[in-house]
């Protein structure tokens, strides 16, 4: 059984990792906000000849000052029929609507094997001391940035052996030397590694995981709940999201960079095997009871449950799953919004990989056990595609995977824009960037949000 000094103790572990990792992520942030914020327009960026990338940078003969205009920035991936990446586009080739309305252009940065060819903004001029030696500038762009996020509130005990594995391919794919990444767990693995270049650090963070989430039996025997599921479940389910969407507020202060987030999770259901939990309640053994004595027996009480009242009871737990649903999406909006305010894209990973059939100790109907996979595997690709990352679920083929993960973020343009709608109130805002080439085809975010004020982001 789970205590609540258990609790505390993964919160004051929560606190501990977004205050650490603030601190190290404030000292890789390039300058200002990443995303969408009102300030003056940068400097003309300085673009690489045209033997490096192609006419990237639009020429510009007169400086022009912009004041309260909203620079939006995102992350596209442009590959042929193929599927090559596509290093010499240019801006004459893409547009950008953003709520059907075209846009313009105001810059465009490649970064082509995890290097970056051109800058948005000249880089700061290098001050020299008279007694301290001249200073050296850190050039930081020619790695990437992860976040290795594992939610081990939402790992089975009995799935530590399989996700230590995932992990270690992951490190040996995905992170190479010259990556920036920080590692995070959201319980009581208390993996808590700052930002560094250090790759046998993840090693040491791999031996650390252990799963802390409710098997299908725990969940069935132990966790009561009322129409919208158990209360414990979105208790862990915020404080996961609230952990990554403090870590992605601090990814804000990055510019002109990929930030990858990986997320290892077993994903989330808040209302998950309804009606076998409500068997196996007081109220269920009872109305079980009832039930079945109400066939032979004369007394008033039994005659008064029919099985109509047992069917409005399914009724009304069926919309208590509707509200479970409707709060699960709301929680995954929030994250999604903070993701695309950073530029930040979530790649799911679900280490349970091909789900082929339920553990051998499973003993309740096959149809609820299907839903309950299907609602944690859509809840992770949802969360993927709403920030332009990609879902591995119900797959085996991890080190294939993180190839493909690999790739998209070595190989990719930042697009810069200034919207043309000053109305603060219109937050989220749909876009669409399309290519005009044969044969070739870009993967962006369809949608991003203007920041809330500092005391309104507070509340959340």
Do not use: C
Request: hydrophobic share 40%.
């Amino acid at each position: 059984m789970r205590t609540a000094s258990r609790f505390g103790r993964v919160t004051v572990l929560w606190a501990g990792a977004v205050a650490a990792l603030a601190l190290v992520v404030s000292g890789v942030a390039g300058v200002g906000a990443q995303g969408p914020a009102d300030r003056p327009a940068p400097p003309p960026p300085q673009g690489p000849t045209p033997e490096d990338v192609g006419r990237i940078s639009p020429a510009v003969d007169t400086p022009i000052f912009r004041s309260g205009v909203t620079l939006v920035t995102t992350d596209v991936i442009a590959r042929d029929e193929n599927g090559q990446f596509i290093p010499d586009l240019t801006l004459d080739e893409i547009a950008v609507f953003e709520d059907d309305q075209p846009q313009e252009i105001a810059s465009l940065v490649l970064v082509h094997g995890g290097r970056v060819y051109n800058q948005l903004l000249p880089p700061a001029p290098v001050q020299e001391g008279i007694v301290l030696p001249p200073s050296r500038p850190v050039n930081d762009t020619a790695g990437r940035i992860f976040i290795l996020f594992i939610d081990d509130l939402h790992l089975q005990t009995s799935l530590t052996p399989k996700v230590r594995q995932v992990f270690e391919t992951l490190a040996e794919t995905l992170i190479h030397e010259g990556d920036l990444f920080g590692i995070v767990s959201s319980g009581p693995s208390a993996i808590n590694v700052q930002m560094t270049y250090d790759r046998s650090l993840l090693y040491s963070a791999m031996s650390k995981i252990t799963g802390d989430g409710f098997s299908n039996q725990e969940m069935i025997q132990q966790l009561a709940g009322g129409p919208g599921g158990p209360s414990e479940l979105r208790w862990r389910t915020h404080k996961a999201f609230k952990l990554a969407r403090d870590i992605v507020r601090n990814l804000e202060e990055v510019e002109n960079r990929r930030k990858a987030f990986i997320y290892l999770s077993s994903g989330y259901d808040f209302n998950p095997f309804e009606y076998e939990r409500f068997r196996n309640s007081p109220v269920g053994r009872a109305m079980a009871d009832i039930q079945g004595a109400a066939g032979g027996a004369n007394d008033s009480f039994y005659r008064g449950i029919t099985d109509r009242d047992i069917d409005m009871f399914n009724v009304n737990e069926r919309q208590g799953t509707v509200f479970a649903d409707t709060d699960l999406a709301l929680e995954l909006k929030q994250l999604a919004l903070a993701a695309n305010r950073a530029n930040a894209s979530f790649y799911t990973i679900d280490p349970r990989g091909l789900v082929a059939g339920p553990d051998i100790g499973y003993d309740v109907p096959l149809r609820e056990w299907r839903d309950h996979v299907f609602q944690t595997q859509n809840s992770l690709r949802l969360l993927s595609e709403l920030t332009g990352g990609m879902a591995v679920v119900n797959r085996n083929d991890f080190k294939d995977a993180f190839e493909e993960i690999d790739a998209e973020t070595s190989d990719y343009y930042v697009l810069g824009f200034y919207s043309s709608n000053p109305d603060q109130s219109f937050r989220t805002r749909r876009l669409r960037i399309e290519v005009n080439r044969d044969g070739a085809s870009l993967r962006h975010r369809t949608h991003y949000s203007i920041p809330l004020e500092p005391e309104q982001s507070d509340l959340q």
